[in-house]
Every structure is written in structure tokens, then in C-alpha cells.
């Protein structure tokens, strides 16, 4: 699958979806900001400011030029809660909050315009990451592409697209780095048998167990286009 990590965020078909597409030396603050309802971009070396519908916590970034600040979890007063050091790493990053006000998945981008998707809960005054998402899409990745059984187990990239309506589930993609299954020495065109595909699936945010019937095979041969069917219907972003 050498085409997806280009041509999914482009015909994802909406205008400014939730994916996270800037890259990691961009520092233009008008790259920022609201995106939709409960989205908001962050972007390296700029102030932002992502607000949980319920308004009671917020995610914060604090203006910098050099060294970073540490990301916050915030209360509704502006009180510091929590740190966030995973977020803390001067990538550009999206936040999305659940319907569940203390949920929210971010797009955590690693480079070469690829994210990666990460699941937060706010519980007892601590954001704690639930890494099942990762977990068990690398284990469908690796059924489907067995090549990948060889790769550093770091491998899951991809974007979160939407929750369900009980902020319980995330509709979600895979992919990798194009080459992954291919060795140190290998260079060239990627072999047949060293090529991996694309899904589309709907995962349990806290467990991140793949719900039955939702993995769908991304085809190298078509536009990779958000599924279009009734069980991914409550998971489609929407702008407002």
C-alpha cells in the first residue's frame, strides 16, 4: 500500500477533516484553531486553547520559541490540573473531545505528515492513555498484513475520524510508513509480499477491541474515501 499515506487526507472527502496535516516544522499560527464543534489544531510554537464542550477542562499549549512548555489540562477557571507530557514533544497535534466530556482522542502527528491516534481519559485529576486503540490495530494490521510481524512493534499510525454518539467507540484508520515491512538493506520499489493495506475499523476507546463487521479493507485501486455505510454513519465528522 504505497498511495494511502498520500491521497487518504486528501479524499477523505471534507474540507478541513479531523485530520492533523500540519507538518512538523510548520510554526504559521493561522494553521490553528477551532476545527468544528469539539476539534481544535494545535500547531508547534503557537498559544492554543482546546475547550470540552461542557466547558469544564481544557486543553491548553502556551506560546514558546525555544523550549517548550509543558501541555496542560486545565479547569474551567484556568487552574492547572494536570500536566500532559506525551503531547509535550513540539509536534503539531489535533484534539477531539468525546460526548463523554472526559474523553478525547487526539491526532498526535510523528513526521512525514503521518499521526498517530491516541486515546485520553481525565479521571481523579490525571489524563491517563488508553493504548488498547494501538494495541489491537496492530494485531488486525499484522492478520491482514502478515508481513508487518516483522516490523517494530511502533508501527500503528493513522487518524481517529469520529465518535459514536456515546462517545464509547472511535472510527478510525491504519497505515504505516510505506516501506515498513522491507528490510535495512532493501531499497527500491516496495515487493509485492512486502506490502501492506490500508483498513478503516471502529474501536472500543477505553479497550480499543474492534467492534465485529467494522474492519474495511482500504483498495489500493480507489479513492480512500470515509466508509460510506449505516454502521459508520454516527461516526462521519461534522464541521458544525
Known sequence: ??????????????????????????????????????????????PGRATSPNKRFA????????????IELQDARGRVLAKIPRLTDDMPFAVFWSPRPNWFFVNHHVGSFMDRPEVYEIKAGHVLQHQGITREGRRQAIR???????????????????????????????????????????????????????????????????MPGSIRIIPEDKAAYFPSDKLYAEYRFRRH
Request: overall charge negative; glycine content about 10%.
Open 1 to 46: 500500500m504505497r498511495l494511502v499515506a498520500v491521497l487518504l487526507p486528501l479524499l477523505i472527502g471534507w474540507s478541513g477533516s479531523a485530520f492533523a496535516q500540519v507538518g512538523a516544522l510548520q510554526t504559521d499560527c493561522k494553521l490553528g484553531g477551532p476545527i468544528g464543534k469539539t476539534g481544535f489544531q494545535f500547531v508547534a510554537t503557537c
Open 144 to 210: 491482514i498484513s502478515p508481513c508487518l510481524r516483522k516490523v517494530d512493534p511502533d508501527f500503528v499510525m493513522g487518524d481517529a475520524i469520529g465518535w459514536s454518539h456515546d462517545g464509547k467507540r472511535i472510527a478510525w484508520y491504519f497505515e504505516t510508513n510505506t516501506d515498513a515491512c522491507m528490510g535495512p538493506q532493501e531499497t527500491g520499489p516496495v515487493p509485492f509480499k512486502e506490502q501492506w493495506k490500508a483498513f478503516w475499523m471502529i474501536s472500543d476507546a477505553a479497550t480499543g477491541a474492534i
Open 59 to 70: 486543553i491548553v499549549q502556551h506560546a514558546y520559541t525555544e523550549v517548550q512548555l509543558p
